[in-house]
Nanobody
Framework: QVQLVESGGGLVQAGGSLRLSCAAS????????MGWFRQAPGREREFVCA????????YYADSVKGRFTISRETAKNTVYLQMNSLKTEDTAFYYC????????????????WGQGTQVTVSS
């Protein structure tokens, strides 16, 4: 009974910041790589960022590199996505995902998914 629950989404003006959280339960959090993906209307789900099970290796899509930061807090079984300098093109439904072993940029590699949270960036 694995659950991933995202929170922190909302409406923000371009240039602003949001911090998304993904609380995991039902799994050994420290044994899982975690990732963030997003999907906008009319577009395919795309990779945003990921962190390996150790928390010492991260991966970012070019579109968010330098603006977004993924991190994990083992004590809270939570992964975060700090989103700065937001752009209207960042508007999407954001999902966190979990997989065993190493991190991946491919959605199909992730076994568990959260319900998602909406991020809307206005101009």
């Amino acid at each position: 009974q694995v659950q991933l629950v995202e929170s922190g989404g909302g409406l923000v003006q371009a240039g602003g910041s949001l911090r998304l959280s993904c609380a995991a339960s039902g799994l050994t959090f420290s044994s899982y790589a975690m990732g963030w993906f997003r999907q906008a209307p009319g577009r395919e789900r795309e990779f945003v960022c990921a962190v390996n099970w150790r928390g010492d290796t991260t991966y970012y899509a070019d579109s968010v590199k330098g603006r977004f930061t993924i991190s994990r807090e083992t004590a809270k079984n939570t992964v975060y996505l700090q989103m700065n300098s937001l752009k209207t093109e960042d508007t999407a439904f954001y999902y966190c995902a979990a997989r065993q072993r190493s991190a991946s940029t491919f959605a199909n590699d992730y076994r568990y998914w959260g319900q998602g949270t909406q991020v809307t960036v206005s101009s």
